[in-house]
């Protein structure tokens, strides 16, 4: 398959650089780490008032400019080369395509046009105790009560949880199992009964929270979809998201090559760069094709994501994400090597980019899970 950026595609491309460059370079990442939140939220409201990146994927219908999976990675992979600090993936990848997924007009109607200008931040609640994408793990129940529904149980890892204006929880019927009795609801994050806290996390650029709720009571309208029969479109909802998360990936081992290829120029030993040595050139070489894979792997998944026909989505997303994950993690880890012992020092790029690819692996999915699922695909 040969795949070219439109040059509309690339525009946005270039845009997205020019912008992270001035406002998301390694000493603003970690400003944004050590902050409250996570993130600067002045960078956050540029980003949804000037440059309209929350409502790339939303229909023009409900605020948004209508674009798709491919520019969608097209940004993402922009986003993981500067490490930026947002809420970019955990509202519009997470949760903003798991309302897209599930729910009906009035709902997107109801949520899609604040998010698309930038003025709610959503995060999707799935994963519980175990971190794990099988329905099975999902044990928070939301029991019928009059009229509504009373929601009970603890979510964690959710992605920048502790600031979201609004949540999108999976939840099953009691007594129910695997993916039937599953239902997806929409509800504010200030809600009686519901508390949250920041976890402790390696990868402070990417913040993450656990979701308490005790009891907490919503409306039949919260609802995302038919009741119990969420599971599909939460599992396509994560698959999209796992393709996303795979074109940052690829982005983020593209600086890591980057960053390691321009230290080994500079580094003089024993009267010369380092990069002159054969050692050194065999590690960037590895690189660069793990790099160019990863990209392959990540574009592929985008053009099925848009293009149902083009290939089947679920074996396309797993793909994706577990060579990408890999990948990118055996990037960084090679270039903190080529840098030696500042590699890991805060004041260098390397070590940041290595939590970010540790915290990757696990999300949506380990590598392991991803290859076994493809299998099973292929009847092996």
């Known amino acids: 398959m040969h795949f070219a950026f439109t040059d509309e595609q690339e525009e946005l491309r270039d845009s ?11 000493d603003q990442v970690r400003q944004a780490m050590a902050s409250e939140l996570g993130y600067d939220p002045e960078v956050w409201k540029r980003i949804g008032s000037e440059l309209g990146w929350p409502c790339v994927i939303v229909p023009e219908a409900y605020g948004g400019i209508g674009l798709g999976a491919v520019e969608l990675v097209a940004l993402m992979e922009v986003m993981g080369e500067s490490l930026l600090c947002s809420p970019f993936f955990s509202t519009v990848c ?13 709902q997107k109607a109801r949520y899609l046009p604040d998010i698309a200008e930038g003025q709610c931040r959503a995060a999707l609640a799935y994963a519980e105790a175990g971190g794990g994408r099988e329905p099975d793990e999902i044990s928070t129940t939301a029991t019928q009560d009059a009229g509504g529904y ?27 199992s695997g993916e039937e009795g599953i239902s997806l609801f929409v509800l504010p994050a200030e809600i009686e009964g519901l508390s949250r806290r920041a976890l402790p996390t390696l990868d402070q650029s990417r913040r993450q929270a656990e979701i308490t709720l005790e009891d907490v009571r919503v409306d039949a309208d919260a609802r995302l979809g038919e009741e119990g029969a969420a599971w599909p479109a939460l599992q396509r909802s994560l698959d999209l998201a796992a ?7 690829a982005g983020g081992a593209q600086r890591c090559l980057d960053l390691s290829v321009d230290y080994a ?25 793990r790099v160019e894979s990863a990209r392959s792997a990540a574009y592929y998944a985008g053009c099925v994501a848009a293009e149902p026909e083009a290939g089947d989505l679920e074996r396309a997303a797993s793909l994706a994400k577990s060579y990408c994950s890999e990948a990118y993690f055996h990037c960084a880890g090679e270039s903190i090597q080529i840098h030696g012992g500042v590699g890991f020092t805060w004041e260098y790029d390397p070590h940041l980019h290595f939590k970010r690819a540790q915290w990757g692996k696990a999300c949506l999915g380990e590598a392991a899970w991803h290859r076994e699922r493809v299998a099973r695909k292929l009847g092996l």
């Open 265 to 289: 120029k500079e580094r003089q030993q024993f009267g010369r760069p380092i990069g002159s040595f054969q050692a050194i050139k065999h590690k960037c070489a590895d690189m660069m094709v």
């Open 243 to 249: 393709i996303a998360l795979a074109a940052e990936q």
């Open 150 to 176: 009373r929601l009970s149980g603890c979510k964690r890892f959710v992605v920048d949880g502790h600031s979201a204006d609004l949540l999108v929880v999976a939840a099953r019927a009691p007594g129910s």
């Open 16 to 26: 997205a650089r020019a912008f992270l460059a001035e406002h998301s370079s390694g």
């Open 94 to 106: 997470l949760a903003t395509q798991t309302i897209l997924q599930s729910g009906d007009d009035a």
